[in-house]
């Protein structure tokens, strides 16, 4: 099965937004993804390999038969100090997202379903989870600027802006496809895939969430991977014993 981008309706001065599941091509290219779902390893441009899904019944998410490394990455957080992304995010579920802040339609339904699964979640559920905004259009989003728009889903959400290569060497990393701004007759586009990667407590990209997930799908998988977390701490504690 292939997944083609998406691409929002038009309408006059409105960007536009590509989501699709772009994979990080062992080559070093981002493709979609195509070829067979079973976990083996499908053909990208040329032959080269990609990172294949697999789905798992316990998941309404895609779960990544070969993780997906976590961005090794310091960008600048709302408060404008340097966030380190791993260490800032050490020991949690961590859910990151690229997009940005005039984004008419993807990007703040996305935070919103996040935050409304957030919501539904118990407070020892939600101190575990991290939830990672990272802008695709920095230019514009100022730490100022992401701080007051992700206030509007929910204060506890990290916001992280920078240069616009570090950014798109990051959404690299992580699978996600981006492509510069670009400003022609009036119109401002910024184009990047609209995924949510969940990330475990060793950083490894587990899960894939594409853009639509229902809240309640996000909270049956956060409760799952909160759940295989505590297992394999558990049984790491009991290997040390």
Do not use: N
């Amino acid at each position: 099965m292939t997944l083609h981008p998406f691409t929002t309706p038009e309408s006059r001065r409105r960007p536009a937004v590509r989501a699709g599941l772009a994979l990080l091509l062992l080559a070093g290219a981002l493709a979609g993804c195509a070829g067979p779902q079973d976990g083996r390893t499908g053909a990208g441009t040329g032959g080269a390999p990609v990172r294949v899904l697999s789905t798992a019944r316990e998941f309404h998410g895609t779960w990544l038969r070969q993780p997906l490394p976590e961005p090794d990455v310091t960008l600048t957080g709302t408060s404008g100090r340097p966030f380190d992304l791993r260490e800032g995010t050490a020991g949690r579920l961590t859910l990151v997202y690229f997009g940005y802040t005039h984004c008419p339609d993807i990007c703040p339904t996305t935070m919103a379903d996040l935050a409304s699964a957030l919501r539904e979640l118990s407070g020892a559920e939600r101190a575990k989870i991290s939830v990672v905004f990272v802008t695709t259009d920095p230019r514009r989003d100022t730490p100022a600027v992401i701080r007051s728009w992700l206030a509007s889903f929910d204060s506890s959400f990290v916001g992280l802006t920078g240069d616009y290569a570090t950014i798109r060497a990051a959404a690299r990393t992580a699978g996600i496809a981006l492509e510069p701004p670009t400003s022609t007759s009036g119109d401002y586009e910024v184009t990047h895939g609209a995924q949510v990667i969940a990330y475990d407590a060793a950083h490894q990209g587990r899960l894939i969430f594409s853009s639509g997930t229902p809240s309640a799908d996000y909270v049956a998988d956060l409760r799952e991977l909160l759940r295989r977390g505590a297992a394999t701490a558990a049984g790491a504690r009991g290997a040390a014993s």
